[in-house]
Antibody, heavy 120, light 110 residues
C-alpha cells in the first residue's frame, strides 16, 4: 500500500529556508489523479494547510504563506518537496505530507510527520 | 484564529453519545463537503468522516457526521476510552482557494 514519509533537517536557523521532502513508497506519485499537500501543526495547536500540488503540476498555496512557500514535484524520485523561506520561531511545528483525491474525499493518506524547530 | 470554529473541549462517559460542532461560512461549509479527522496523542491525523457523512473503510459506525447550513457536526455513540483524542473539521474554502481547518476539539472520556 502507498505510504508517505517526511524527511529533512529537524533544526533550522531563523531567517533561513526550511526544506522538507515527502517520499512516496508503494506506488507512483504520477499515477492516478491526486493532490499532494503539506500541512503543519505547532505544538499544542491546530492544523494549518500550507499548499498542494496536483499530479499535473498545478499548485495552490495558503494565502498567508504564499510569499514564502514553494512546493514542487520530482517524479523521477517519487517525491514532492516543501521550501519555506525566511523562517521564524512561529514556523516551528510538526510538518505532515498528505494526499487526497478531491475536496469531497479529504486527506485519506498522511505521513507520520516530522518536527522542525526554528532556533539559533 | 482558525477559519472554522470548534469548541476547544468536550467530554463524556463510556457508552454515552457525544456531539461536537464546527461552524463556518458561506465560502466554506455551505459550499463544500466537510471532513473530520481524529488525532490520537503523538500521531498523525486520521480521516474519520468525509463528504459530510461518509465513513472510510474501517471506521466504526459509532461515528457519524452531518451538515446543515454553515455548521457541521460529528457524533460519537457508545463512547469508548480509545475515542479520547483531538477531533478536527476541515473543508475547502472557495474565497481562500485552499483547505481550512477548525481549531480542534479535545474529547475526554471520563
Amino acid at each position: 500500500q502507498v505510504q508517505l514519509q517526511e524527511s529533512g533537517p529537524g533544526l533550522v536557523k531563523p531567517s533561513q529556508t526550511l526544506s522538507l521532502t515527502c517520499t512516496v513508497s508503494g506506488g507512483s506519485i504520477s499515477s492516478g489523479s491526486y493532490y499532494w499537500s503539506w500541512i503543519r501543526q505547532p505544538a499544542g495547536k491546530g492544523l494549518e494547510w500550507i499548499g498542494r500540488i496536483y499530479t499535473s503540476g498545478t499548485i495552490n498555496y495558503n494565502p498567508s504563506l504564499k510569499s514564502r512557500v514553494t512546493i514542487s514535484l520530482d517524479t523521477s524520485k517519487n517525491q514532492f518537496s516543501l521550501k519555506l523561506s525566511s523562517v521564524t520561531a512561529a514556523d516551528t511545528a510538526v510538518y505532515y505530507c498528505a494526499r487526497y483525491y478531491d475536496i469531497l474525499t479529504g486527506f485519506h493518506l498522511w505521513g507520520r510527520g516530522t518536527l522542525v524547530t526554528v532556533s539559533s | 484564529q482558525s477559519v472554522l470554529t470548534q469548541a476547544p473541549s468536550a467530554s463524556g462517559t463510556p457508552g454515552q453519545r457525544v456531539t461536537m460542532s464546527c461552524f463556518g461560512s458561506s465560502s466554506n461549509i455551505v459550499s463544500n463537503a466537510v471532513n473530520w479527522y481524529q488525532q490520537l496523542p503523538g500521531t498523525a491525523p486520521k480521516l474519520l468522516i468525509y463528504s459530510n457523512n461518509q465513513r472510510p473503510s474501517g471506521v466504526p459506525d459509532r461515528f457519524s457526521g452531518s451538515k446543515s447550513g454553515t455548521s457541521a457536526s460529528l457524533a460519537i455513540s457508545g463512547l469508548q476510552s480509545e475515542d479520547e483524542a483531538d477531533y478536527y473539521c476541515a473543508t475547502w474554502d472557495d474565497s481562500l482557494n485552499g483547505w481550512v481547518f477548525g481549531g480542534g476539539t479535545r474529547l475526554t472520556v471520563l
